[in-house]
Nanobody, 121 residues
Framework: QVRLVQSGGGLVHPGGSLRLSCAAS????????MTWYRQAPGKDRDLVAF???????NYADSVKGRFTISGDNAKNTVYLQMNSLKPEDTAVYYC???????????????WGQGTQVTVSS
């Protein structure tokens, strides 16, 4: 079965940086896209950034210019470099991957376990 394993969260001061990673494990994976979401307490889960297997990226307006998403197709891994962090970036960050796991199958969504990012003085 496909698993997404996240790492890289933690506590940082405003203006600091963190780098998140998300690695997909499993056999015969065909990943169409990987996406970062975040969810603050009492809030909806919002899209932060995504990247396709072809390298196309997009960002939420709130993080544009501060965050950078990148991927390594050979390693089935996606990264989120977060710079100039603000308190409003505090949330649990989740990795999502749209993955084809069998011949003739449609892509399915898989989720990482989530990692806490806290930005506080």
């Amino acid at each position: 079965q496909v698993r997404l394993v996240q790492s890289g969260g933690g506590l940082v001061h405003p203006g600091g940086s963190l780098r998140l990673s998300c690695a997909a494990s499993g056999s015969s994976l065909v990943i169409n896209a990987m996406t970062w979401y975040r969810q603050a307490p009492g809030k909806d889960r919002d899209l932060v950034a995504f990247i396709t297997s072809g390298g196309m990226t997009n960002y939420a307006d709130s993080v544009k210019g501060r965050f950078t998403i990148s991927g390594d197709n050979a390693k089935n891994t996606v990264y989120l470099q977060m710079n100039s962090l603000k308190p409003e970036d505090t949330a649990v960050y989740y990795c999502n991957a749209a993955i084809v796991v069998g011949e003739g199958m449609s892509p399915r969504d898989f989720w990482g376990q989530g990692t806490q990012v806290t930005v506080s003085s």
